[in-house]
């Protein structure tokens, strides 16, 4: 008789759901207790119940420490255990290789390397969809996408092709990409978008000069950050892809901000202006040619990420805040690109005023769209930004000493009001913070 | 896993082998019916833990000059304008000779041309430029880079196909083919 197989293909998203479930579950008790704990004390106030008694309503109704939470926990160490222990197989399958060179002839390398890779991926899919070990056979995986890369660099080694070569990455992308998909690996996707980062900067580094490469290559960043971004956008449009929007999408908003930030310094900027380069300088057809392309990518990506723009049932302004805001950083971008303006004053005055936006929008968006996430990364910048600025101002104003007391007090008072307004954000979202 | 992305699992593995195999062709293929140039180099002995020990090779076609760049007696003639980044074709038909001039162009040179390199610009300062060819590494046994380093003459045998890409075919150490 022809036994049943276990149903694992649904073993990950059964997996997904119970987490989510658990999260929801979580959620829940805290709010309940929180609920109960202003039930009591209003009850207590009023006399309706002693000390004591609410004392011992509020230990009996404690939850214990909750076995889900505990579970969730636990499944986090194994997926860190399991990466690590991907990695560092990973590594040292590298180092060995490199290392005993001499002592492996040519084909046996080949074979060793492509068997090897070819293993790993059989032993990451038996892991995950047929013994039912989804975060360890995840973790192989990772391994695997990660040795194909590394086959990428030592058969480039085997017939001494250049290894600092960016087109290298180029392929490793476009091999784990697919991968990323079909494994549904969120692990697989952040790699993805790394090598993508890295590939396009080392890229845009060799079209340039050596004296403006530093500013060119920051100013792809801003390019890449928007294309990933919008990419991530486009996830959004489909229930099936939705998984793998959070890596894009917070990856391309951190690099957006982050080189945004970076451009603001009028240091940063001036470098580029005195540099005796200039006085030559042009933009070579491939950096332009890399930039347009990255910026058709973003471009596409929003246009399929808006395409259901006149049916959503949201407020038109709040629909076109997102692309705008987007579109707004690639214009920077160009500007820094192509050197539109001579003196630094335009760019620090662009990219103050852009800063502004992008830490005000991804606040908005992420409260309009319940991302916590984005109010985080908003909070964490409108922050560092306000610091920055007093700094710039006030230290010669008042002197070190005096500025960094006023600065000190500041600050502990907006972290106050930050707290407290992301506190009213949390609950809008239907969410309670824990606090143990 | 559904049968169709299990089929689609087996897609992508075989195309990353297909992928390193046709690597793998590409560049023997290169070797196998390129035509050979010899160039000569001056080595610099880098290691790298994760590449492993390779020597770092500068040809004498690395650093390329307008005619007024007194370069001993080679001259080299950039046609047009070169910029950092630009694709470049050096033709390398006299190379062998003591006085020669090389043409170095953007575009993919006429079919008189019967042999020459593609390389990309990676800086230009006034009238020089210096070039990569993608084959500036050689990947030796560890401990070897040195020796390789401290040889009197060195010079690298390449083999070119008919696009102008180069792939490293010998190493000739003081006029031996190097072995490890």
């Given at each position: 008789m022809k036994s049943e197989p276990p149903n694992y293909d649904s073993a990950q998203n059964d997996d997904q759901i119970s987490q989510r479930s658990e999260i929801i579950s979580t959620v829940h008790t805290d709010s309940r207790q929180s609920w109960l704990k202003g039930r009591i004390n209003l009850w207590r106030e009023s006399g309706l119940i002693s000390d004591e008694q609410s004392e011992s309503i509020i230990n009996f109704e404690a939850a214990p420490e909750d076995p889900i939470r505990l579970g969730v926990r636990f499944s986090r160490l194994i997926v860190v255990l399991s990466t690590l222990g991907a990695i560092l197989i990973g590594s040292g399958v590298i180092s060995f290789v490199a290392a005993n060179w001499q002592g492996i002839p040519a084909i046996a390398k080949l074979v060793f390397l492509i068997v090897g890779q070819t293993a790993t991926y059989l032993v990451a899919y038996q892991f995950q969809?047929?013994?039912?070990?989804p975060r360890v056979g995840g973790a192989i995986m990772f391994a695997g996408a990660a040795w194909f890369g590394a086959n990428v660099f030592l058969v480039a080694q085997i017939y001494h092709?250049?290894?600092?070569?960016?087109d290298l990455l180029t392929w490793w992308f476009i091999g784990v990409l697919p991968l990323a998909y079909i494994a549904r690996s969120k692990a697989i996707t952040v790699m993805a978008v790394g090598i993508f980062v890295v590939g396009i900067s080392w890229k845009a580094a060799s079209q340039t000069d050596d004296a403006v490469s530093g500013l060119l290559v920051t100013s792809i960043l801003l390019f890449v950050g928007a294309a990933i971004y919008s990419v991530g956008l486009a996830h959004m449009q489909r229930a099936s892809t939705k998984f793998f929007a959070a890596p894009y999408m917070v990856g391309g908003a951190l690099l957006a901000i982050i080189v945004t930030y970076m451009f603001t310094f009028a240091g940063f900027v001036n470098d580029y202006e005195r540099n005796?380069?200039?006085?030559?300088f042009e933009v070579s057809s491939g950096y332009i040619a890399l930039a347009a392309v990255v910026s058709a990518i973003t471009i596409v990506s929003l246009m399929v990420a808006n395409w259901k723009l006149g049916r959503s049932e949201k407020r038109l302004s709040f629909r076109l805040a997102e692309p705008a805001i987007i579109i707004l950083t690639i214009i920077g971008g160009w500007f820094m690109a192509i050197h539109m303006?001579?003196?630094a004053a335009p760019y620090v005055i662009l990219f103050n005023l852009l800063l502004v936006i992008q830490i005000f929008g991804i606040i908005g968006l992420g409260v309009i769209n319940k991302r916590e996430a984005f109010v985080n990364i908003g909070i964490v910048f409108f922050v560092i930004d306000l610091s920055t600025r007093y700094i710039e101002l006030t230290v010669d104003m008042l002197g070190t000493s005096l500025a960094f007391i006023i600065g000190g007090l500041l600050l502990l008072g907006v972290g106050y009001s930050m707290e407290r307004a992301r506190r009213r954000l949390l609950r809008q979202f239907g969410m309670m913070e824990t606090t143990h | 896993m559904s049968s169709k992305l299990k089929r689609l699992f087996i897609l992508v593995i075989a195309i990353q082998i297909v992928f390193l195999l046709g690597l793998v062709g590409y560049r023997e293929t290169i070797l196998a019916g390129g035509r050979t140039a010899i160039l000569q180099t001056v080595p610099v002995d880098p290691r790298d833990l994760f590449k492993g020990e390779y020597v770092n090779l500068r040809y004498e076609i690395s650093t390329l000059g307008s005619?007024?760049?007194?370069?001993d007696s080679k001259k080299f003639q950039l046609l047009g304008d070169i910029i950092e980044g630009d694709t470049v074709y050096v033709a390398l038909?006299?190379?062998?000779?003591d006085e020669y001039s090389l043409d170095v162009q953007t575009g993919e040179p006429s079919a008189r041309t019967d042999l020459f390199i593609k390389g990309q610009v990676a800086t230009r300062n006034n009238d020089v430029i210096t070039v990569d060819y993608g084959v500036e590494q050689y990947f030796v046994p560890e401990g070897s880079g040195l020796k390789i380093e401290q040889a009197d003459e060195l010079e690298v045998r390449v083999k070119i196909n008919r696009s102008g890409t180069a792939a490293i075919d010998a190493l000739i150490v003081e006029g031996e083919d190097w072995e490890p």
């Open positions: 969809f047929v013994r039912g070990y092709l250049s290894t600092d070569n960016p005796s380069a200039l006085e030559n303006f001579e003196s | 005619p007024q760049v007194n370069q038909s006299n190379i062998d000779g």
